[in-house]
């Protein structure tokens, strides 16, 4: 069974940084790209970053490109979301999902379900002072 769980969310301050891990189980990182979505209250659901399964191609909404770093372990088949320089209007529920098909479509379409083999329940990220 297709399965991943997010990680690592909490409270920071503006400016601060935040690292969200996502384990995977039931396959392999080799099978999937791995992509980040967050969706804030009352917003829709947007597409943050993505990484091939191959793990040489990585993505970025525009809104955090410069800030936030998405990488792999494959030893530990995990994903991790390094967020820098976190603003209020990142305050989001995150959540990671394995996509089907590339990371330009999965980002393109926010994160469409029909592109999301298994998606998990999401982790919040609040950036107050």
């Known amino acids: 069974q297709l399965q991943v769980v997010e990680s690592g969310g909490g409270l920071a301050q503006p400016g601060g940084s935040l690292r969200l891990s996502c384990g995977v189980s039931?396959?392999?990182?080799?099978?999937?790209?791995i992509a980040w979505g967050r969706q804030a209250p009352g917003k829709e659901r947007e597409g943050v970053s993505c990484?091939?399964?191959?793990?040489?191609?990585?993505r970025y909404a525009d809104s955090v490109k410069d800030r936030f770093t998405i990488s792999r372990d494959n030893a530990k088949n995990a994903v991790y979301l390094q967020m820098n320089s976190l603003k209020p209007e990142d305050t989001a529920v995150y959540f990671c999902?394995?996509?089907?098909?590339?990371?330009?479509?999965?980002?393109?379409?926010?994160?469409?379900?029909?592109?999301?083999?298994?998606w998990g329940q999401g982790t919040l990220v609040n950036v107050s002072s």
């Open positions: 999902a394995a996509i089907i098909g590339t990371c330009r479509v999965a980002l393109t379409t926010d994160l469409n379900n029909k592109y999301l083999a298994v």
């Open positions: 039931g396959f392999t990182l080799d099978d999937y790209a």
């Open positions: 990484i091939s399964s191959t793990g040489y191609t990585t």
